[in-house]
């Protein structure tokens, strides 16, 4: 059961330097999520995307990028890295609408470092 | 906007004792309610819902009830292990949302069981 796969799990950036986080869901869901962690500010949300084809921005969203590239892909991508980014990366998968159950299923997490 | 306000930790108990996690809301409309838990090295899961006033949530002998008088879903365990080391958040979803039915995190707080 592989349920939500993020890569990578760990990368160190220099400040200005761009790269791209990758998710990927089996789980057949209509939406996605990238939220990020840091210490004393609990998740807070850059991007969704409620379904394919469409992403919308969060609380956080400056310095991101969103590509929805299907139903199972959804890629986060810093295109200049700065200090500020350094953060635990988390990316979410639910179902909406009639079989929306409220529950979010997560990926174990991409830390992120920028020097 | 909807938001969540969580006691901060860490809280620290023993084995076998009792342990209150509180956590109010502020929200418009009628919110599903949430607590997950994060692991060491993990994502979050979903520990419980509730998704109406007076609904009682409960899994793993965690409960939480929705209480929409005092804007509340405390979470409650009578015998903490240590296995129950872990963050937790409480959350909540306005269903009626437009942000893809993402979920609005505390701040986490963090419980530490000692043998």
């Known amino acids: 059961n592989a349920g939500v796969t993020q890569t990578p799990k760990f990368q160190v950036l220099k400040t200005g330097q761009s790269m791209t986080l990758q998710c990927a869901q089996d789980?057949?869901?209509?939406?996605m999520y990238w939220y990020r962690q840091d210490p004393g500010m609990g998740l807070r949300l850059i991007y969704y995307s409620a379904s394919e084809g469409t992403t919308d921005k969060g609380e956080v969203p400056n310095g991101y990028n969103v590509s929805r590239l299907n139903k199972r892909e959804f890629s986060l991508r810093l295109e200049s890295a700065a200090p500020s980014q350094t953060s635990v990366y988390f990316c979410a998968s639910s179902e909406l609408q009639g079989a929306w159950t409220g529950e979010l299923f997560f990926g174990e997490g991409s830390r992120l470092t920028v020097l | 906007g909807n938001s969540v306000t969580q006691m901060e930790g860490p809280v620290t108990l023993s084995e076998e004792a009792f342990l209150t996690i509180n956590c109010t809301y502020t929200a418009t409309g009628y919110p599903s309610l949430f607590w997950y838990v994060q692991y060491p090295g993990e994502g979050l899961q979903l520990l419980l819902k509730a998704t109406k006033a007076d609904d009682k949530g409960s899994n793993k002998g965690f409960e939480a009830t929705y209480r929409k008088e005092t804007t509340s879903f405390h979470l409650e365990k009578g015998s903490v292990q240590v296995s129950d080391s872990a963050v937790y958040f409480c959350?909540?979803?306005?269903?009626?949302?437009?942000?893809?039915?993402?979920?609005?995190f505390g701040k986490g707080t963090s419980l530490l069981v000692t043998p």
């Open positions: 789980m057949n869901h209509n939406s």
């Open positions: 959350a909540l979803s306005d269903q009626n949302s437009n942000s893809g039915y993402a979920l609005n």
